[in-house]
């Protein structure tokens, strides 16, 4: 990881590399532009993938403007885009699952320690030693930072490369690696399905794609959201009840009747009104990050004894199994195609949430 504090990226000069076309941003104002990474030649365990999509997550935004810079700080130039999907054009000796012209992807991560209790049990992304993250973390092969999915061409690791199922939309299917597994992951890991009342809060990029996992899942779903315009929508998705949540007499109304609410909103707003809804032993996780703390009433936890967790994207296994499921039942995003140069225009309308439901780049218009 990066140290606190906003810092350039100090070059490293490595023999076998190649260039690539991507778009960077040369600081946390600058805006994104063209830029050149170099990229490994694949090793004997490396794939290399041809870049076709990348999805545009909420995160990128933060890192590329170093908002999270008491937490990761930012290292410039940054190139953002963790869902990646593409078409293998190489591979080493030693790869065993892919093979070129196959369909790839790669999400949030890598490469992880391999070697502590988490990466051991599948679950490289709470690695103790911490993940390398696909972009703005340490390139442990090349030094300094690792460039991410706004770029041509991307050279990983077989092991934290993903296998797309046949079918899938390629473009819609991007977004699954971040928003798909984030919200994936605690459905799965909680037992949501047939005979749960499922709330999900918000109808954005993850809230939509919990949506419809929880349904296809077989739990009966609320959805909650502070939009009016948005219940519509929602019903298409596939919610059986739709709750506008400044209606505090509805809200009032649905005290204590869920097993499970997914809550991701990223946007300061009141964690109590939704603990209110949950049956005894109930859970409410978050996936969305508000950027301050957020105060939470003891009693509201301890009366029926209920439950507040967090949750992060899944490991390579669980990612795996999601791309699976969604090849199974027909499961993607729903997206709007840019091109790069539109991506600064893209990060404004997301700030204003001015899109249904993920921005993906059509990797394209880089070439």
């Not at 991701?264 to 009141?270: E, F, I, K, L, R």
């Amino acid at each position: 990881m990066a140290e606190t504090g906003t810092k350039t990226r100090k070059e490293s000069h490595h023999p076998v590399t190649f260039p690539s076309k991507a778009f960077a941003a040369q600081s946390a104002t600058s805006g994104l532009g063209p830029f050149t990474v170099q990229r490994r030649t694949p090793r004997a365990e490396d794939v290399q993938i041809e870049v076709l999509y990348c999805g545009v997550c909420h995160s990128d935004l933060h890192q590329v403007r170093d908002e999270w810079n008491t937490f990761m700080a930012t290292v410039y130039p940054c190139v953002p885009g963790h869902e990646i999907i593409g078409r293998v054009v190489k591979v080493g000796s030693a790869v065993k699952k892919l093979k070129e012209g196959d369909m790839a992807a790669v999400g949030c991560m890598v490469d992880s320690c391999r070697a502590c209790a988490s990466c051991l049990a599948g679950e490289e992304q709470y690695c103790e030693n911490n993940p390398t993250l696909t972009y703005n973390g340490e390139d442990k092969v090349l030094g300094g930072v690792t460039y991410g999915g706004y770029s041509g061409s991307i050279v990983v690791d077989e092991t934290y490369v993903l296998r797309v199922p046949e079918g899938l939309d390629p473009a819609g299917a991007a977004p699954l690696l971040c928003a798909g597994i984030t919200t994936y992951s605690p459905l799965r890991h909680w037992n949501v399905g047939k005979g749960e009342k499922v709330g999900i809060v918000g109808l954005g990029g993850l809230g939509h794609m919990g949506l419809k996992f929880a349904k296809a899942f077989g739990a009966q779903v609320a959805l909650f959201t502070t939009s009016p315009h948005k219940v519509t929508d929602a019903v298409r998705l596939g919610a059986d009840e739709v709750i506008v949540s400044t209606d505090s007499a509805a809200m009032q109304k649905l005290a204590g009747s869920f097993d499970f609410i997914l809550d991701a909103v990223s946007a300061d707003h009141d964690l109590n009104a939704y603990l209110q809804l949950l049956k005894l032993n109930g859970t409410m996780t978050l996936v969305g990050a508000p950027p301050k703390p957020q105060a939470l009433a003891a009693f509201n936890l301890i009366i029926k004894r209920r439950q507040l967790a967090g949750s992060a994207i899944g490991g390579i296994r669980e990612t795996q199994e999601m791309l699976d499921f969604c090849g199974k039942n027909g499961i993607t995003a729903d997206i709007e195609l840019i091109r790069i140069q539109q991506i600064n225009e893209a990060y404004e309308r997301l700030l204003k949430g001015d899109v249904k439901y993920r921005f993906v780049i059509d990797m394209a218009s880089l070439r």
